[in-house]
């Protein structure tokens, strides 16, 4: 209230202030971001879903790794197509041709080759039958694999295949392909390896490679160039594949790289805005309202109520915050259906208070000898009137400075307790994600991408409300304003 | 005759502290008629303020004994529960300027919100009606709208003083209470307050209680005076008998130590200090100091009347001296 223009002006005029708000206005950008492009069920429907990453590669480092690693690792590619080709007759056979292109451009291997197929539709108890051949920029044409679904019987036509989960095959790693590729490789480079030894180099790097010789040891090279893969299906003319989708894994992937699940860190680190904003300022707001209200009661009203207010004040300070935190939280997230998120925030509000109510109820007692006080009493203004209406404005801009300057604290409480494996699985926070990257041995592993990030954002959301309650400072303790 | 507005009756007012028992309004009597000004004058700690907060109902956590009768227009206010007083006496009929403008007012709240706020908590007024009947007043007292919007730190001594009797007189109270309005202002700003003052009392017929040290301020505005020492009203009544004709020795002193301008006379002085209010004297609370101290001094005096409202409270005027 009493934050007028020239406070504003303050404020705008210090350097830590400009920093805070614009840091506070990126973070509210990236929150509204997210609440306009990301379903409200994100956490269970998306994040948490390993379906939704099926695709992606596993703890690869972000794309702009190339700027340091002096060669372009390979990048995700995915192919799709949901249209034949067209028809070519084999042995007087005439089969639908789905094709699906790669380009490789990149000095390396794709981790991973992996092949889609969608909902087919069959026309005749015969079933179809598939081949999927792989032709390489040399112009060498591989048969991987073949195989065929028959309708089960008794059903009605058409009968849709692979409609509730998609025919996945891993070409890299199906022992049939092995096979195909020890034919190749023995024919073409004329080698002699068995399917261990072709388990041990990966078939990737055969599928996508030439053997070259290098001091007697075969040292497999990238061959750059298109590769196509085609997907030939026998069967009746209305028979057709839905949809066709080739996944060729890469080294490096989005712009935050992956974790041990294929998750996309970008996203879900995007996710942890609005979390963290709406952590932070609902446990802030709800606990200085709580704290701000109880110490304006207990300093105006003294006696009794006041000894009561400060007891239990005095007791909850003294908690211990950590470790009562994890045992209110633990006891909470026990219940069925109670969420988790809820229970942090709970936690941090109820044991969060009395700092402030102690710090306000001393103003208060000073505030409430003044004379314009006395004046208000004598007007005959209720109590309620005269703590809200007459003390409160006094103390407005001390508390709306307190709140900022818990909001970074709310939010360390959550990524603490969250670290911990008290947070919510379901919704990735900045906090659960370190937490799942701990766990998974990331940082002993390098996978630096999936543990610096969210301790990054972690600090600069604290540094953020600090900028801005240091801003503040001057507004709210006069004496500062003169220098 | 004019009938009283108040008429105060063996009023006490003792504090609990943790020395002892303070005896800050010790049994006092006076009346004032309706449009009259009753100036209260004494020396710092004499209990001017207690009276005026006794009235008003202001009494402070650690009070220990708050007796007597207070009739207001005729009613006993002293028996009124606290909320109903708070609700249809306080600042309806009995209004109070406090001591020191520059404290009354609510630094972080605009002044004509704070004029306006007695009228939005006793008749539940809207905000902006309640801001107009304020406008109203702010003209009455010589200030114009556009202060409505200024904080209180935006104007000066004399504004904000008048700004905070506009905020007594907004309910148009039967009785207004001063208690030192014009103690921190310069003189001028003094003269332009009491002009003030006098005009709202005889445009509005008002009676007020007028609190200060200085007795000619005193004498400027009020119709009767009473001197207070050590709790106690010492003598009572006409201001031109008590000023010309002081009774009480204490009255006595005190009136002859107001410099003179024309006369070739040293003022005054007291010497010794007011005895303290926890544990007073038995007696005559004024014996330790007073040249005229006999063998009755020792008992408590009783009220003397000297003639018609005037009475002093004084064995000297006892009879069978």
């Known amino acids: 209230m009493s934050v007028t223009r020239s406070g504003w002006q303050i404020y705008i005029s210090s350097l830590v202030g400009k920093a805070g708000l614009i840091l506070l206005i990126f973070m509210v950008v990236a929150s509204i971001y997210v609440l306009a492009t990301y379903p409200l069920d994100y956490g269970i429907r998306v994040w948490s879903n390993p379906k939704s990453w099926a695709d992606n590669p596993i703890t690869v480092p972000p794309t702009w790794v190339d700027f340091f690693t002096g060669r372009d690792l390979v990048t995700h590619h995915i192919t799709i197509t949901t249209t034949s080709k067209g028809t070519e007759t084999i042995a007087g056979l005439k089969f639908k041709v789905y094709e699906l292109d790669y380009d490789l451009e990149e000095d390396g291997f794709p981790t991973y080759l992996m092949i889609k197929i969608y909902n087919v539709s069959m026309y005749s108890e015969r079933g179809v039958y598939f081949v999927i051949n792989f032709t390489r920029p040399d112009g060498d044409e591989i048969r991987l694999i073949t195989f065929a679904e028959v309708p089960p019987p008794n059903s009605d036509l058409p009968y849709i295949a692979f409609s509730k989960n998609e025919k996945i095959i891993f070409l890299s790693k199906e022992r049939s392909v092995g096979f195909s590729l020890l034919t190749y490789i023995n024919t073409k480079y004329n080698l002699n390896y068995t399917i261990d030894k072709l388990n041990e180099i990966n078939y990737n790097k055969v599928l996508f490679g030439v053997p070259t010789e290098e001091g007697g040891d075969v040292i497999w090279k990238p061959l750059k160039g298109v590769y196509k893969i085609n997907v030939y299906m026998l069967g009746e003319d209305k028979d057709k594949i839905a949809m066709l989708k080739a996944v060729f894994g890469g080294e490096s992937y989005g712009f935050l790289g992956t974790d041990d699940n294929g998750r996309d860190l970008a996203q879900g680190l995007l996710f942890g805005f609005p979390v963290a904003l709406a952590i932070g300022f609902f446990t802030s707001i709800v606990t200085t309202a709580i704290g701000a209200s109880l110490g304006i009661i207990s300093g105006y009203k003294g006696g009794r109520v006041d000894e009561i207010i400060q007891r239990i004040s005095d007791v909850v300070y003294n908690f211990p915050f950590l470790p009562i935190i ?5 006891i909470i997230s026990r219940m069925p259906g109670f969420p988790r998120l809820l229970a942090i925030f709970g936690a941090i509000v109820a044991l969060g208070w009395p700092g402030l109510t102690i710090l306000i109820r001393s103003m208060v007692l000073s505030l409430k000898q003044s004379q314009f006080i006395e004046a208000a009493k004598a007007i005959g203004a209720s109590d309620r009137r005269i703590m809200f209406k007459h003390i409160f404005p006094n103390l407005a801009p001390f508390i709306f400075a307190q709140m900022i300057f818990f909001t970074p604290g709310a939010i360390l409480a959550e990524a603490a307790l969250s670290f911990l494996g008290l947070g919510d699985p379901n919704i990735p926070t900045w906090g659960q994600i370190i937490e799942e990257s701990f766990r998974a041995g990331a940082a002993l592993n390098g996978w630096w991408w999936w543990v610096l990030p969210p301790g990054l954002l972690i600090m600069l959301a604290a540094i953020t409300f600090v900028f801005i309650a240091l801003g503040l400072e001057p507004i709210v303790n006069p004496k500062l304003q003169e220098r | 005759m004019v009938k009283n507005i108040l008429e105060v009756k063996d009023l006490y007012l003792y504090y609990k502290t943790y020395k002892g028992i303070v005896q800050a309004v010790d049994g006092i009597s006076f009346n004032i008629p309706e449009g009259q000004t009753l100036g209260i004058v004494g020396e710092s700690g004499c209990g001017k303020s207690s009276t005026a907060n006794t009235i008003i109902r202001l009494l402070p956590k650690n009070t220990y004994k708050y007796e007597g009768s207070i009739k207001l227009d005729g009613e006993e206010i002293t028996t009124i529960p606290m909320d109903e007083f708070r609700r249809t006496i306080r600042w309806r009929k009995v209004a109070m300027v406090f001591q020191g403008a520059m404290n009354s007012l609510n630094p972080v709240l605009k002044v004509g919100f704070q004029v306006a706020e007695p009228l939005i908590v006793h008749l539940g007024m809207d905000k902006n009606e309640a801001l107009d009947r304020a406008k109203q007043v702010f003209e009455k007292i010589g200030l114009t709208p556009a202060f409505l919007d200024r904080y209180p730190h935006e104007l000066s001594g004399g504004m904000r003083q008048r700004i905070v009797i506009a ?64 709790g106690e009203i010492v003598e009572y009544g006409p201001i031109e008998e008590v000023l010309l004709n002081p009774q009480h020795p204490y009255a006595q002193k005190l009136i002859a130590s107001i410099p003179r301008l024309r006369e070739d006379k040293e003022p005054e002085f007291l010497p010794g200090n007011p005895p303290g209010l926890i544990n007073p004297p038995k007696g005559c609370r004024f014996a330790s100091r007073c040249p005229y101290r006999f063998e009755k001094c020792s008992e408590a005096p009783g009220l003397v009347w000297i003639n018609g409202n005037h009475y002093v409270k004084c064995h000297l005027y006892s009879e069978g001296k």
């Open chain 2, 167 to 230: 905020m007594a007189m907004i309910m148009n109270p039967q009785l207004l209470i001063l208690d030192e309005p014009t103690s921190a202002l310069d003189v001028s700003i003094q003269a332009q307050i009491m002009n003030l003052l006098k005009s709202l009392k005889k445009e509005y017929n008002l009676s007020m209680i007028f609190i200060t040290h200085d007795i000619a301020l005193a004498s400027d505005i009020s119709d009767l005076l009473a001197v207070m020492y050590a």
């Open chain 1, 326 to 330: 994890i045992l209110i939280v633990f």
